[in-house]
C-alpha cells in the first residue's frame, strides 16, 4: 500500500507532467485529485469530495466580489475608460523622453485602478498605443516590452482579480489585501517610468521622435486642466471602490456590485455605451472570465483536498521550519519554486498548487499574509511576462501585427523583469510598503 506522503509526491509529478503536455490546468487539478483520492481512500468518497467540492468549494458570499470586480472591468472598457487615461496621462506628459512609453505606464496603472486584470489592460492598451509608436518610429522591441510590463500593473493595483483568489486560498481580508497593493503598485510604475527615461537619454534611437505639445507651451494651466479632466471617470470610479473599501462605507462585494453599476452609468452618459448589444458583450466576457477563473478555482480545491489527505504539506511544513536555515533562505526558496513555475503555469494554477504546502510555513515562520499576498502577486506580474508562457507578451503579440515577433517583444521585457525584481527586494526589505495602507484601515 502506497504511503500518503508519497501519494502527495507523485500526485503533484504527474500534474507537473500533465502540464508540461499541454493538458487545460482544470483538468489536471481535476483527473490528478481524483484519481489521488481514490488511491487513499476509495472511489466513493472520491466521488463524494468531488460533489461536495462542486458545490460548497464557491459556496460563499467571498467569491461574488470576483464577477462583480470582472464585470465592472468590462464595463470601464467598453466605456473607453482606457483611451481616456491614456489620452490624459499623454498630454501631461509630452516632451520627456519616451513619453509614449510612459504614458502606456502611467495609463496602465491608472486604468488598472478599474480593471482588475493585467491580461486585458496589456491587450488595450496594445490596440490603443502601439499604432502610434509605430507611427513616431519607436523601437519596437522596447515598446512592446513597456506595454506588456506596465499592464501587469493591474494585477497589483486593485481592484485585483488575483488578490481576490488569493484571499479565498488564504481566508484573509480583500480589503486589507487591495489597500496593500497600492503602494506597491504607485512605486513599480514610477520605477518603469524612471527606466524608460534614462534609457531613451543614453539611447534615443529608441524613441527618436520628440512629440511637441503646443497648447501646453501656449496655456498650461488651462491644458493641464483639460488633461487632467479626460480622467475624471477613473478617478471617480477608483475613488467610489476604493474610498468605499478603505472607509469601511462598502464590504468589497458591495464596492463591487457599485462600481460596475457606477461605470455602466457613466459609460451611457457619457454615451460611449450606446446599445444592449454592447451591455450584452460586456456581460458575455465578463461570464466567460468569471467563469475560467472559477472552474480553475473549484478544480483546484478538488486537488488541495487530496493534497490534504497526503498529509503532504503538514509534512513539507515540518522538514523545512524544522531546518536551521535563517528564515530569508527559506522565503527567498519558495519564491525561486514561484518564479520558476510562473515560466510555465498562470497565477491562479501556481496559487492553488502552492499555496496549501506554502501558506502554513510562511505563517509558521512568522511573515504577515497581506505582505505575502502582496509579494505573491508581484511575482505573478512578473510571471505575465516571462517566456515561454508570458500571457501579456502573447495578448499583445495578438494585437501588435504580423510585423511584430515574439522573440522582439520577449525580448524587450527583460529590463522591466529587473525594475520588477528590484521593487520586490525593496518590498521584502521593508514590509510597510505594503502594511502601511491595511495597518490604517484598523479591523
Not at 493585467?118 to 502601439?130: E, M, N, P, R, V
Not at 537619454?201 to 498650461?220: G, H, Q
Not at 455605451?273 to 480545491?301: D, F, G, P, Y
Request: charged fraction near 10%; include cysteine.
Amino acid at each position: 500500500m502506497i504511503s500518503p506522503t508519497l501519494a502527495g509526491f507523485l500526485g503533484i509529478l504527474v500534474l507537473l507532467l500533465l502540464l508540461g503536455k499541454g493538458v487545460h490546468i482544470a483538468v489536471d487539478f481535476f483527473l490528478v485529485g481524483f484519481l489521488g483520492i481514490t488511491t487513499l481512500v476509495g472511489i466513493e468518497s472520491a466521488l463524494s469530495f468531488f460533489g461536495e467540492t462542486l458545490y460548497y468549494g464557491i459556496a460563499s458570499p467571498t467569491y461574488s466580489a470576483l464577477p462583480l470586480f470582472i464585470l465592472m472591468g468590462s464595463f470601464a472598457a467598453m466605456g473607453s475608460f482606457a483611451e481616456k487615461a491614456f489620452e490624459g496621462i499623454h498630454d501631461l506628459t509630452k516632451g520627456l523622453p519616451g513619453s509614449l512609453c510612459i504614458a502606456s505606464t502611467f495609463g496602465c496603472a491608472v486604468f488598472g485602478a478599474v480593471s482588475g486584470s493585467s491580461l486585458a489592460t496589456a491587450a488595450l492598451f496594445g490596440k490603443i498605443i502601439l499604432p502610434e509608436m509605430k507611427r513616431f518610429k519607436y523601437d519596437m522591441s522596447f515598446s512592446m516590452g513597456s506595454i506588456a510590463a506596465s499592464g501587469g500593473l493591474a494585477a497589483m493595483i486593485p481592484p485585483s482579480t488575483l488578490f481576490i483568489v488569493y484571499a479565498i486560498f488564504t481566508d484573509q481580508s480583500i480589503g486589507k489585501l487591495f489597500m496593500a497593493g497600492v503602494l506597491p503598485g504607485i512605486l513599480t510604475a514610477l520605477s518603469f517610468s524612471l527606466f524608460i527615461v534614462f534609457r531613451v537619454k543614453f539611447n534615443p534611437s529608441l524613441a527618436p521622435k520628440k512629440i511637441e505639445d503646443s497648447n501646453l507651451v501656449e496655456n498650461p494651466a488651462v491644458s493641464k486642466f483639460a488633461s487632467i479632466k479626460k480622467m475624471w471617470g477613473v478617478a471617480f470610479l477608483s475613488a467610489v471602490v476604493l474610498g468605499g473599501i478603505y472607509t469601511g462605507a462598502l464590504t468589497p462585494n458591495e464596492a463591487g456590485a457599485v462600481g460596475a453599476l457606477v461605470a455602466l452609468g457613466m459609460g451611457l452618459l457619457e454615451g460611449r455605451i450606446r446599445s444592449i448589444s454592447v451591455i450584452r458583450k460586456a456581460l458575455r466576457e465578463a461570464a466567460l472570465n468569471t467563469s475560467m477563473i472559477l472552474l480553475i478555482m473549484v478544480a483546484a480545491l478538488f486537488f488541495s483536498r487530496f493534497l490534504a489527505l497526503s498529509r503532504l504539506p503538514t509534512f513539507i511544513s515540518m522538514v523545512i521550519t524544522g531546518t536551521s536555515l535563517p528564515r530569508v533562505v527559506i522565503l527567498g526558496g519558495i519564491l525561486i519554486i514561484w518564479f520558476l513555475l510562473g515560466m510555465i503555469m498562470i497565477p491562479t494554477g501556481i496559487m492553488a498548487l502552492t499555496l496549501p504546502i506554502f501558506y502554513p510555513i510562511i505563517i509558521k515562520l512568522g511573515y504577515d499574509p497581506i505582505w505575502f499576498g502582496v509579494i505573491i502577486v508581484k511575482l505573478s506580474e512578473i510571471a505575465a511576462i516571462t517566456p515561454p508562457v508570458g500571457l501579456n507578451v502573447y495578448a499583445l503579440k495578438g494585437v501588435a501585427g504580423k510585423d511584430v515577433s515574439l522573440d522582439m517583444a520577449f525580448k524587450g521585457v527583460w529590463p522591466f523583469v529587473c525594475c520588477e525584481l528590484f521593487i520586490m527586494a525593496l518590498l521584502i526589505a521593508f514590509p510597510q510598503i505594503s502594511l502601511w495602507l491595511p495597518g490604517l484601515m484598523g479591523r
